[in-house]
């Protein structure tokens, strides 16, 4: 066997390959036939087989060296930091000590093997943890890769589930008052609840003129995955200001630091501002079309004639039943044995749609239905013409912008401890495999070799779970369907319905009854946005039913900051999105 702490690699060299540490050896089929001597006239055959697993021992070999140096080329790397969690947390991460941060970390096992992380115990806390490092770590010089596992073992509706990394804190800060004040350099990781659903990339950067910090947001940001397995968030800072964002291995977003496109807002100010000081002038009229002076209504113009008026021609359809009620007392309905007439009042039977209904065009008193009024023409308003005075809509003028600086890359402030503090409604949150690293070929390795074996056990779990007779949640095609949903959601033309759609996703995958009734919301969302595009003119306010207003969702973070607060907006408005599927009441026959 051959460990390397460092790496967090274990091999074993066994007659089936290379296996974890801690795996028992198999027994070499080899040495159980040189045990149990066979005839000669086996001999042959014998030889023939000891031949064949020779060459494949070699192979083996061959394989395992491979894995070996490439070990090696990790050790030569540089690992700037890694904390696997294979041991207890306690003595090398601290727990906060201020009094809001009640939630319980535990050292515990991932669900369904063995691998340890820390893990978030307990539901509707804030929690906080911190890890210094033993030296601060510079962002200004070459490539930075910051990465690490998060295991959502009971899905995530609302919480936060992001790191913190900090910056050197003032003199006479203490580890363990660490809280959602502690300044950081970037925070990065997932966070859900309601309409949100992103994996935030900020970061804070002291503007040159002014000495003030200004957070900066990555627009568009790649969504959470909704599933319960783990999943490794990679952040790759680069020499030349370019950002990428990848969620397994897999790149979800591309970003330039200094690019006012990728980042809200920009790093670097513009060149000019209105001036505060310019005011519009009295006589500024900024209407392009005035009501004509000299026009006159018509004397035809019948001002009061209604919008509709009773269809004449309209007939009694036949069969129409008018002597029966749309409904009726429910026949099978019984008054209660408690229901007390003095104090409940005089009992009722319930209602229920007449079956005599059914079948016949209409029931109860018919009435001729309405048509258009082809007299009607509404109030009468002097037609539009062009303004003589317009002069354009106001704007103050340009001057030159104050706090304009201009920079090659961001001047980041170094990054001195690791923290997680999070407000989350959710249970069972495991981190795990938290990286620092200067090369993206050790981010790499350690996601072939810590995460990704047990991803593919916990995805082959999930499978056997979906299949299994009486499985609660969607099928492994529902799963399917909102993963394609998901990266819908992300395409950057439908960002300003964003929230709303992963709403109405979100709540379809909590109640699969309703599934279709929101899928078909969705898609008609996009379909109008696209059709607007194709052929052009404003954008559209998409259709999208209003969800029940219900009581506002907790937020997973209590960030003090003006991002995090609009975050926690956003939150609030998590509704109930059925309402988007509700049937339609049956419409009344006498309308017909």
């Given amino acids: 066997m051959w460990h390397h702490r460092a790496s ?33 006239s086996d001999r042959s055959s014998l030889v023939t087989v000891a031949g064949m ?98 295991r959502l073992q009971d899905g995530l509706e609302c919480g936060g589930a992001y790191l913190k990394y900090l910056r050197p804190q003032d003199a006479g800060w203490k580890v363990k008052e660490f809280d959602n004040e502690s300044p950081y350099t970037i925070m990065f990781g997932p966070d859900k609840c309601g309409a949100t659903n992103k994996v935030h990339f900020i970061f804070k ?83 392009a079309k005035i009501p004509d002076s000299d026009a006159v ?58 079956p005599k209904c059914e079948t016949a065009p209409g029931c109860g008193e018919w009435k001729r ?22 002069k354009g809509i106001w704007k103050p003028q340009e001057i030159p912008n104050p706090d304009y600086f201009e920079l090659e890359r ?19 949150i495991l981190f795990d495999n938290v990286l620092i690293a200067s090369d993206e070929k050790v981010a790499e390795s350690y996601r072939e070799t810590a995460w990704k074996p047990k991803f593919e056990v916990e995805k082959e779990k999930q499978k056997e779970e979906d299949k299994a007779p009486g499985s609660d949640g969607l099928s492994a095609i529902h799963k399917n369907v909102f993963d394609v949903l998901y990266k819908v959601a992300d395409v950057s033309f439908l960002e300003p319905y964003k929230p709303k759609i992963l709403e ?3 709540k379809a995958e909590e109640k699969p009854n309703i599934a279709i009734g929101v899928l078909g919301s969705i898609v008609v969302v996009i379909l109008t946005v696209f059709f607007k595009i194709l052929f052009g003119g404003k954008k559209p306010v998409a259709n999208v039913p209003e969800p029940r207003r219900e009581a506002a969702a907790e937020t997973s973070n209590n960030q003090g900051s003006q991002g995090d607060k609009e975050d926690e907006d956003e ?13 339609r009441k049956r419409p009344n026959r006498r309308e017909i």
């Fill in 504 to 506: 109405l996703i979100e």
């Fill in 571 to 583: 939150k609030e408005d998590a509704g109930d999105a059925a309402a988007a599927a509700a049937p």
């Fill in 205 to 287: 950067h002291k503007n040159p003129k002014t000495g003030e910090y200004v957070e900066h947001h990555l627009k568009h940001p790649a969504s959470v995955p909704y599933d319960k397995l783990s999943h490794v968030y990679t952040a790759v800072l680069k020499p030349d200001n370019e950002l990428r964002i990848l969620i397994d291995g897999e790149e979800k977003k591309k970003a330039n630091f200094l690019s006012a496109e990728d980042f809200e807002p920009a790093l670097i100010p513009p060149k000019t501002i209105p001036d505060p000081d310019d005011k519009k002038p009295e006589d500024w009229d900024e209407r």
């Fill in 53 to 150: 697993m020779e060459g494949r021992r070699i192979r083996l070999l061959a394989r395992a060296l491979t894995v070996l140096l490439l070990s090696f080329q990790i050790c030569a790397s540089d690992v700037i930091f890694h904390e696997s969690f294979d041991e207890s947390f306690e003595g090398r991460w601290v727990v906060s000590e201020k009094e809001e941060y009640q939630g319980v970390w535990k050292h515990s096992k991932s669900e369904g093997h063995d691998d340890y992380g820390l893990l978030v115990s307990e539901k509707a806390r804030k929690y906080a943890i911190v890890k210094e490092l033993d030296d601060v770590v510079s962002l200004k010089d070459g490539t930075v890769v910051l990465q690490y596992e998060v």
């Fill in 410 to 428: 961001p001047n980041f402030e170094p990054i001195a401890a690791i923290g997680i503090e999070i407000w989350t409604m959710q249970d069972g």
């Fill in 369 to 390: 239905p309405t048509k258009s009024n082809p007299a009607y023409k509404g109030k009468w308003h002097a037609p539009l013409i062009d303004n003589p005075n317009y």
């Fill in 297 to 354: 209504k018509p004397d035809d113009w019948d001002e009061d004639a209604p919008m509709e008026i009773v269809d004449e021609d309209a007939v009694k359809p036949e069969g129409w039943l008018d002597d029966e009620p749309e409904e009726i007392d429910d026949p099978e309905a019984t008054k209660p044995e408690d229901w007390d007439d003095e104090e409940d009042g005089e009992w009722e039977a319930p209602k229920i749609d007449n």
């Fill in 8 to 40: 967090g690699i274990s091999l074993v060299l066994n007659s089936a390959g290379v296996v974890a540490s801690g795996e028992k050896l198999a027994s070499n089929p080899l040495q159980t036939s040189i045990r149990s001597r066979p005839p000669d």
